[in-house]
């Protein structure tokens, strides 16, 4: 990680950070190492301020900031939309222990690397979670051990039970809950001899034992988290401190994938993005890092990429398929 100082816009120098290295590919995650590095390096008066529109880093913020000593603010939205949260505020609200199972939890019910469970969303799983706290120390152990732990399975087996028959805690293998709701929904009717199979969809059904063990195996394996979710009414919303007491730390993946208008060059681009961001002491404009050997790149080749576009200095012309642009890997590299 490179720490860029200007002078007053006329003269730059440049230094390695070495405690900002890391091995992690997603922004998300790396936008909370750098959260950490400045309250390691600020005062306890000082506010530091994540700015970044998705709701992932939230997670993380109240799961891996709980003992900074800075007041954290997240910094999210566009337009009319746009607000501040205190994550101290809301941690003290939801529950620490809670906010330590948080991204677990996303990694569990569907993230990058694991499937999602059908029709149950992210919301009916928090409600879950929070009406029986005793599954939060299951959440809390998943990716501190490289294995299974039978018990651990056990209880997570449990609560995807729950997850599709919440009003019954009778059943607590999911292969008798999977029979069960295969009989009730397409059992024959009364009078019939066979249900039809018209439009049967089995991918309602909870999956088989032996999909759930390398489920959670691969959890283990690839724990992301990351999360995409999680609808609140809490209202932390707060004012802006003054710019004197503020470090900011920018997704700048987010800021790069929000730009409509753009300019001509790319040098117009970089001096485009420089004005967007807030005037402070220290701004962090983190992005993604691409390894060819990993989870993530795996999943993006198999979705498909786009033709590499070279960069080859500040007066190369921006693509106008933005988007396009900033679906290959290369190309986000070269910018």
């Known amino acids: 990680m490179r720490q860029i100082t200007s002078m007053y816009g006329i003269s730059t120098h440049t230094d390695e ?17 750098h959260c950490l590095h400045h309250a390691s390096h600020l005062s306890e008066n000082n506010t530091i301020v994540v700015r970044s529109p998705d709701t992932d880093v939230f997670v993380l913020l109240l799961r ?33 222990q809670l906010c330590l199972a948080l991204p677990a939890l996303h990694a569990f019910i569907g993230c990058d690397s694991t499937s999602a469970f059908v029709r149950r ?58 029979m069960e709701l295969f009989l009730q929904k397409f059992s024959p009717k009364s009078g019939e001899l066979l249900s039809s199979y018209n439009g049967a969809d089995l991918s309602i059904l909870p999956s088989r034992r032996p999909s759930g063990l390398r489920k959670t195996n691969l959890l283990y394996n690839s724990l992301a988290h990351r999360t995409t979710w999680l609808r609140s009414d809490l209202t932390h919303m707060v004012y802006r401190p003054p710019l004197e007491q503020v470090s900011y730390i920018i997704d700048g993946n987010a800021i790069l994938h929000m730009q409509t208008a753009l300019p001509n060059t790319f040098a117009d681009l970089a001096e485009s993005l420089y004005h967007q961001m807030p005037k402070a002491e220290r701004v962090d404009f983190v992005t993604n890092t691409y390894h060819p050997l990993s989870i993530k790149t795996n999943e993006r080749q198999r979705r498909g990429t786009t033709n590499t576009y070279l960069i080859k200095g500040p007066l190369t012309n921006v693509p106008r398929d933005w988007k396009q642009f900033l679906s290959n890997d290369v190309n986000k590299t070269q910018l």
């Open 121 to 178: 969303g992210k919301v009916t799983p928090l409600k879950l979670l929070q009406k029986h706290p005793e599954f939060t120390d299951t959440f809390m152990q998943l990716g501190l051990s490289p294995s299974v732990e039978p018990q651990l399975f056990e209880d997570l087996e449990h609560f995807v039970c729950l997850m599709y028959r919440s009003t019954s805690t009778s059943i607590t293998d999911i292969n008798k809950l999977r």
């Open 17 to 33: 950070i070495e405690e900002l290295n890391s091995s992690q590919e997603e922004a998300d995650t790396r936008l909370v190492l």
């Open 64 to 96: 891996f900031t709980q003992l900074v000593k800075q007041r954290v603010l997240f910094d999210t939205g566009v337009g009319n939309k746009r607000r501040l949260l205190d994550i101290h505020g809301i941690i003290a609200e939801v529950g620490t």
